[in-house]
């Protein structure tokens, strides 16, 4: 993707977020990573209102070369742009939001992965959720603490597509801003179905999850 389609991109995804109630106010930020270096939102943007020509444009160094001032999370998107770089697929973007349902789910007791496989979807097109806890916004605990968990799965076979920020909302990443917008509407829209129904909904069984793994490839 070269960066004048990249600049687009944002901008198009940003506004359908915004539009569709998955990122609010200035909530929320997306990146891309170009082939020297990386594009993101501005700080205290809004998703539903970006202009491609003042996104953030840093360097290969996370050194910024132009535009409006990066959003402080350039750092954590960074460092998993790092971890995630042996993937089979290393991915291209990662987008942060603050969907309602998945902080709703953070906000009492949980576990430490957030959602179980309830879904077949959810399984093949997410996966795994580690829950990462609770740091201030940009802490840098938060991006060491992300690191060592794609690590850690990465090292039993799992490579994740998104961890979930205790009470602040998912990162999560892919090989377009297209594929990881849509990563993160199955999210959601899972963690709504969890959110809305009591008692929580049963998962998928060994079995089911089994026929995933045969007739899909899905991983979990």
């Not at 930020?29 to 943007?45: E, K, M, Q, W, Y």
């Not at 132009?66 to 742009?81: E, M, V």
Request: net charge neutral; aromatic share 6%; with cysteine.
């Amino acid at each position: 993707m070269n960066e004048t389609l990249a600049r687009d991109e944002i901008c198009r995804i940003g506004q359908s977020l915004y539009q569709r109630g998955y990122v609010h106010a200035s909530a929320g930020n997306i990146s891309v990573r170009l082939d020297d270096g990386f594009l993101i939102t501005p700080t205290d943007a809004c998703l539903g209102f970006l202009d491609p020509a003042r996104l953030a444009r840093l360097d290969r160094d996370g050194r910024q070369t132009g535009g409006d001032k990066a959003s402080k999370t350039i750092a954590l998107h960074t460092r998993i742009y790092h971890a995630t770089g042996g993937f089979a697929q290393p991915p291209r973007c990662v987008l942060h939001t603050h969907s309602t349902h998945c902080v709703a789910l953070t906000l009492g007791p949980h576990e430490a992965e957030l959602l179980p496989p309830i879904t077949p979807y959810y399984v093949m097109k997410v996966g795994r959720v580690p829950v990462i806890p609770y740091h201030y916004p940009g802490d840098a605990r938060a991006a060491a603490a992300v690191t060592e968990t794609i690590g850690r799965y990465a090292a039993n076979g799992i490579e994740l597509r998104a961890v979930m920020l205790e009470r602040l909302g998912p990162n999560v990443w892919h090989a377009s801003p297209a594929a990881a917008m849509a990563t993160l509407e199955e999210l959601e829209e899972t963690a709504r179905l969890v959110d809305m129904r009591q008692p929580p909904p049963r998962p998928l069984s060994p079995a089911q999850l089994q026929d995933l793994q045969q007739q899909f490839g899905a991983r979990w």
